[in-house]
């Protein structure tokens, strides 16, 4: 047979082979498709992975496309190494690869055509490619919020799903790189049903106790309250980066595997040896015979093939090696082989109880310092957060299409997710990413409210055939005094109420008038007026800030429903403040006989606070820490920076001994009294007067802070109580969820000297509030927040919380840039509030306990009533009639309130006619006698616009039926019962929701076909019979991507057998392209018209640039013929240049694009 033909039928075959799709399994059969471990030697799991930071050093946007300017990883582009990766994997079936960020792979995703989309589906199917954690980011443990955590994962989950079908679903947590790992971060993987949970950063005393006792492998018990929540984590034995002098990345200077044993460079079995020492080592920290390795780092895999070729030359170097079986693998097989081996042994692992904050790199770097840096950013983010919710519930209500509501929401959906981050929430990027973080969170501010005006009018509107827009908008300058709209002499007020219960909000408006009249659907309200708190005059805005604020109460919101005002000014006399004075005993009180707070009439400082008719000693104050400045050069003289908290003294030091100023001001809805500590720090102290606010008010504003002798500045804000005893014992809680016991100068699980920093160490993140008791007088006082913070108890009676800090120095943990923040040319200034209460720690004879009580008030804060103005000095909205001509005041979205103990986490448009619902118990087990046992609710009738007609249980991502979660075979674990089937409710009156229990539901409005939850939004425009493809072992239709397209190309795709280890590779290399062009190419007798033909067309009215694409490959010079070939060898210039490696990824890019050349 002719040799021509001979190469035409083999490479028909293989066109064959990789045209016609082979009939799918399930999923159990082809998502793990994990090697075997081989019992009597060490099991090294081989993880490869590339840490792509969403945004950190450059932006998201530079990091994804490798644009931008940075010192490190100025090159980096993710849209390459995604592609990179899926490229040498397709070229050997062994390799594995894990992809973890959502947000690059969707990025990605969408700039594939649809046979590179199929060959990922394939990949994912076959186990080669494993989707982790599957969140939009990799986020924050320490400042982010459940809430937002819950959602970055859904959102993330979805676009899984949607792209990728079911084996695309996650099943283990990868969160390598958080600095500190949090509890109630553990349970939400739990509920999300994932199998397993890979950490990164802990203690460096905490884990070398565990590799001394064989502990990085262990059992989470991550709730006080859920009895499931146990989840298997693991730890790498090091970093999370390849092992030293086996980074085969480009970015790596290590040198590459020379596996000719003919090659002067050979180094194979010196390599082997090498990494055999070091797994010797590794093997003692881990009860059963398998080693978790990663083989990547920030940014790796950008040139895969390298990276991939080496670890094959590596992997076969130990495949006849005693001691050592050594393959590719992944966190889900890893997971796997040890519960295997754990079972057959019967050997237990080790439990966690509590978290791992504060998490410390040396003795003297507490990572402490990002529970508080950039505060205006963590505040943004819980700004955008709570408008998301709102966002998502008013499109439901006004049952506006899904698709509709993805146009709006999306860009919301993502830079919220973004937001969560390990770099963006916790505020350790550079200043240029925070900017951008900053500008992605308002553009999508600016689109979801777009048509927030038509969703909020429809909703009001009182001919259900008219369409109204309002035209509404946010104020979000209002911290700053600035509003255009409520300056003018008429405006709109809407305000919705984002909770499941009737609520009264305060509204508070930049104004600048001194009289005006309110009116809502109750008729006119009363209302305050107060001069502003800050003249604000260094902002530079086109508008200027107002002298005034308006203050009225919107009482009794109704559920999920919205009041609307309508505010005039008028001709009428107002309160302002005026001068203190102490002339009666009652001047140096405010509030209530109920509420309120005293002050000193002659040094203008807190003296008292009064809730519910109890008096307590408490005062408060502005301090600071300075931090230190050293050179980073050893642990001795680490600086304070945008990760690390290190103060150079133990005792802070008050701001100033006298208040500059103080004055007061009383009103008929809020009382205030007003601080001027000096240019730096300014506060409010008020109380309202409604009987539901039992609390406190401390609305500060603390910027420009000026250095100390050349030494940073780090500002608390502290309180405290008289004659009151915690015993060295306060609570913070986890991510705004369960709170967690801290005990002053003790860790759980291994011993430090808290005298190295006292102060640092001490410090633990505060998300939404601090709590410190007095067991003995059955007393709890507790501090509120608006944001993450951190905060601590370091005296008896004493609590604090960081507010604001600057640096002078980088710590030297990457930024590389000091942590100093500016606006409007001057030191950032910052405003935000925090919530005194306090109450006994015993459940209250009548009403809520004081526990009861701070949940509420903390869901009041997180979740506040957005409000939405709209000018009404135009001829449309002239008048109140004109108003109420066309809308209504009020709309409720509940037909009745939820019980307080529970709340409408999520109410979320998904598809069409079907909704996302998450009920939640916001109580913990021992928190009220009444509210913290298991309660019920009915959804019949609940919801005012639609009624639930089939509802259907998920797990807490909704992207799992609870029937198919229940159905699956789980890891059960030594020593932990089997976890217990979630029940389904029999219907709709019996959702039963236990303490800090969520469960979530994907509902509709009509009876339809039972589907899977992840079938919405398909991301590609085709027949939906292309999306189907029926399991085995189920009549269930499965969504997957659409078969490949059986043409020619792809047979190129498939045909890449390259040959790294012959010394004649070059030759090789010829004669495989010979093979694959014969296999391309019509054979003709006249191949130079073929040839010419592939040239683009000239324009001839232009300049034509060719463009030649080509790399210069010596036959030696620097290094040898072999060592560039195979890019061995010690010579620093151009060390990894490998031939091989370009050769295979100019085909591999060819074949992508048959425009490229």
């Known amino acids: 047979m002719d040799h021509r033909a001979l190469i035409i039928l083999l490479s028909l075959n293989l066109f064959l082979a990789a045209a016609v799709p082979a009939r799918r399994k399930s999923k159990a059969a082809t998502c793990n498709s994990c090697r075997p471990t081989v019992e009597g030697k060490t099991n090294v799991h081989l993880i490869p992975h590339s840490h792509d930071d969403v945004g950190w050093l450059k932006t998201v946007d530079q990091y994804y496309y490798g644009s931008g300017a940075s010192n490190t990883y100025a090159d980096a582009g993710v849209q390459y190494i995604i592609g990179s990766a899926i490229q040498a994997l397709r070229s050997h079936p062994d390799r594995r690869y894990i992809q973890v960020e959502s947000a690059f792979f969707w990025k990605w995703w969408q700039d594939q055509n649809d046979l590179v989309r199929q060959d990922v589906v394939d990949l994912v199917n076959n186990g080669q490619l494993e989707i982790i954690n599957g969140a939009w980011s990799m986020n924050d443990e320490a400042a982010s919020h459940y809430h937002s955590t819950i959602d970055q994962y859904t959102w993330g989950f979805r676009i899984l799903n949607d792209t990728l079908g079911e084996c695309g679903r996650p099943k283990i947590g990868w969160q390598i790189d958080p600095f500190g790992h949090s509890r109630e971060h553990a349970s939400l993987l739990t509920q999300f049903g994932f199998q397993g949970l890979i950490i990164g950063r802990i203690d460096y005393r905490d884990k070398d106790n565990r590799r001394v006792n064989s502990n990085l492998d262990f059992l989470w018990q991550a709730s006080a309250n859920l009895d499931d929540a146990n989840i298997f984590t693991s730890m790498f034995p090091d970093f999370y980066v390849s092992e030293s002098g086996f980074c085969f990345d480009i970015t790596c200077t290590d040198r590459l595997i020379n596996d000719d044993e003919d090659s002067p460079d050979y180094n194979l079995r010196d390599k082997v040896e090498q990494f055999a020492q070091r797994m010797s080592l590794y093997k003692n920290y881990y009860k059963t015979s398998n080693i978790l390795i990663p083989m990547g780092g920030d940014f790796n895999y950008q040139a895969a093939e390298i990276n991939f070729s080496n670890l094959d030359k590596l992997i076969k170097g130990f495949k006849d090696h005693k001691k050592y079986n050594v393959f590719y693998s992944t966190p889900s097989c890893y997971v796997q082989a040890v519960n295997d081996e754990l079972t057959k042994n019967s050997v237990n692992l080790n439990r966690k109880l509590d978290d791992f904050f504060p998490y410390a790199s040396d003795n003297h770097a507490f990572w402490t310092g990002y529970f508080t840096s950039r505060p205006t950013s963590k505040r943004y983010e819980r700004q955008a957060s709570n408008i998301l919710q709102s966002t998502k519930q008013l499109a439901a209500l006004a049952k506006v299409d899904g698709r509709d509501v993805d146009d709006s929401l999306n860009d919301l959906r993502e830079a919220v997710g973004i937001m969560q981050h390990h770099d963006a929430i916790t505020g350790t990027e550079k200043q240029a990413v925070a900017n951008d973080y900053a500008r992605l969170l308002t553009k999508a501010l600016k689109k979801a409210e777009a048509p927030v005006g038509t969703t909020v009018g ?677 060390k990894n240049a490998g031939v091989q490696y370009i050769l295979d990824s100019t085909i591999q890019a060819l074949q992508k694009n048959k425009n490229r050349r």
């Open 458 to 1134: 429809n909703l009001l509107k009182k001919d259900s055939g008219a369409e109204v827009d309002l035209k509404l908008s946010t104020c979000l300058l209002a911290n700053v005094s600035i509003c255009l709209v409520s300056q003018q002499d008429r405006f709109l007020v809407a305000v919705q109420n984002p909770l499941s219960r009737r609520v009264t909000h305060y509204v508070r408006l930049p104004v600048d008038g001194d009289s005006y009249k309110i009116t809502g659907p109750d008729g006119e309200e009363l209302y305050d007026v107060f001069d502003s708190i800050h003249s604000f005059d260094y902002v530079e805005e086109d508008v200027k800030p107002s002298p005034k604020q308006l203050v009225f109460a919107a009482r009794n919101l109704p559920p999920l429903g919205i009041k609307l005002y309508y505010v005039e000014k008028v001709a009428a006399p107002s309160v302002a403040y005026k001068p203190f004075k102490a002339v009666a005993q009652d001047d140096n009180y405010f509030g209530t006989e109920t509420n309120g707070f005293g002050v000193d009439t002659t040094s203008g400082r807190l003296k008292s606070v009064t809730i519910k008719g109890k008096t307590l000693n408490i005062t408060q104050d502005f301090l600071y820490y300075t931090g230190s400045n050293g050179n980073n050069g050893g642990s001795e003289n680490r600086a304070s920076g945008a990760y690390i908290f290190r103060p150079t003294q133990t005792e802070a030091i008050p701001i100033t001994t006298d208040l500059r100023d103080f004055k007061s001001a009383r009103g008929s809805l809020v009382d205030e009294f007003i601080q001027v500590l000096n240019d730096e720090i300014t506060q409010i102290i008020r109380v309202y007067k409604g009987e539901d606010d039992a609390y406190v008010e401390f609305d500060w504003i603390v910027g420009d802070l000026r250095y100390v002798n050349q030494k940073g500045k780090e500002v608390i804000t502290r309180f405290s109580v008289s004659d009151f005893s915690n015993l060295g014992t306060f609570y913070t809680d986890s991510n705004g969820r369960e709170q967690i016991k801290r005990e002053l100068n003790t860790r759980s699980d291994y011993d430090y000297d808290p005298s190295e920093e006292p102060v640092a160490s001490n410090y633990y993140p505060v998300t939404s509030k601090i709590v410190i008791k007095d067991e003995l007088k059955e007393l709890e006082v507790a501090i509120l927040n608006d944001r993450a913070q951190g905060g601590t108890s370091l005296n008896e009676g004493v609590v604090e919380l960081m507010i604001h800090r600057v640096c002078t120095r980088d710590d030297g943990f990457g930024v590389a840039e000091i942590l100093s923040e500016k606006q409007y040319g001057v030191g950032l200034y910052v405003r935000g509030q925090h919530y005194l209460t306090f109450g006994t720690t015993t459940p209250a004879s009548e009403g809520l306990s004081t526990a009861a009580f701070e949940r509420e008030l903390a869901q009041r804060k997180l979740l506040q009533p957005w409000v939405l103005l709209a000018d009404a000095t135009g001829a449309e909205f002239d008048s109140l009639e004109k108003v109420q001509d066309v809308v209504n005041l009020k709309f409720e979205g509940l037909t009745r309130p939820l019980p307080i103990n529970v709340q409408l986490l999520t109410l979320e448009p998904w598809k069409d006619d079907a909704y996302v619902l998450r009920f939640e118990h916001i109580l913990e087990k021992d928190e009220d006698d009444v509210l913290s046992q298991p309660t019920t609710i009915d959804l019949a009738g609940l919801f005012a616009s639609f009624e639930v007609r089939d509802i259907t249980e998920t797990t807490l991502g909704a992207n799992q039926f609870l029937d198919d979660y229940n159905n699956e075979e789980k890891l059960i674990w030594n020593g932990i019962p089997a976890p217990p089937s979630r029940l389904e409710p029999k219907d709709l009156s019996q959702i039963e929701l236990n303490p800090m229990q969520i469960r979530t539901f994907v509902t509709t409005q009509h009876e339809i076909q039972h589907k899977h939850p992840w079938e919405v939004h398909p991301a590609w425009d085709l027949n939906p019979a292309d999306l189907a493809v029926v399991s085995e072992d189920s009549s269930t239709t499965l969504p997957s991507a659409p078969e490949r397209h059986t043409h020619t190309s792809m047979a190129r795709r498939r045909f890449l057998p390259w040959k790294k280890s012959s010394p004649f590779g070059l030759i090789a290399v010829f004669v495989l392209f010979n093979v694959w062009w014969v296999n391309s190419t019509p054979l003709t007798k006249d191949d130079a018209t073929e040839c010419v033909s592939a040239c683009q067309e000239l324009d001839e009215k232009k300049v034509n640039v060719h463009l030649v694409p080509h790399s210069h490959d010596d036959v030696g010079w620097l290094q040898t013929f072999e060592g560039y070939y195979k890019g061995t060898g010690d010579f620093k210039e151009i």
